[in-house]
């Protein structure tokens, strides 16, 4: 089993900046994929960002240039430097753990789950 704790979130005006923590706990490991999701009221969750390894990354186009994710595999822990916030990032932010997603963008593919950090951007 793996747990995951996330922290970081809060309340922050539009344009600002906030950086979310995943700690990772259990049987872990450096090759599993990292990835954060995030749910808005009454919508589904969607993708945000993932890392495999050390560098290879993907992001959803909406946070594109703005967030970045980054891992630290000696302390199991993983990253989201979200700047440049706006309104419509306003969701709970989920961070997720596959051992081996076929999709790594695909909430079903990923095995752990965290409890979610809410984020709320004022405009």
């Known amino acids: 089993q793996v747990q995951l704790v996330e922290s970081g979130g809060g309340l922050v005006q539009a344009g600002g900046s906030l950086r979310l923590s995943c700690a990772a706990s259990?049987?872990?490991?450096?090759?599993?994929?990292m990835a954060w999701f995030r749910q808005a009221p009454g919508k589904d969750r969607q993708f945000v960002a993932v890392?495999?390894?050390?560098?290879?990354?993907i992001y959803a186009d909406s946070v594109k240039g703005r967030f970045t994710i980054a891992r630290d595999n000696a302390k199991n822990t993983v990253y989201l430097q979200m700047n440049s916030l706006k309104p419509e990032d306003t969701a709970v932010y989920y961070c997720?753990?596959?051992?081996?997603?076929?999709?790594?963008?695909?909430?079903?593919?990923?095995?752990?789950w965290g409890q979610g950090t809410q984020v709320t951007v004022s405009s």
């Open positions: 890392i495999r390894w050390i560098t290879s990354t």
């Open positions: 997720a753990a596959g051992r081996d997603p076929p999709n790594l963008v695909v909430v079903r593919d990923y095995d752990y």
């Open positions: 259990g049987r872990t490991s450096s090759s599993y994929a």
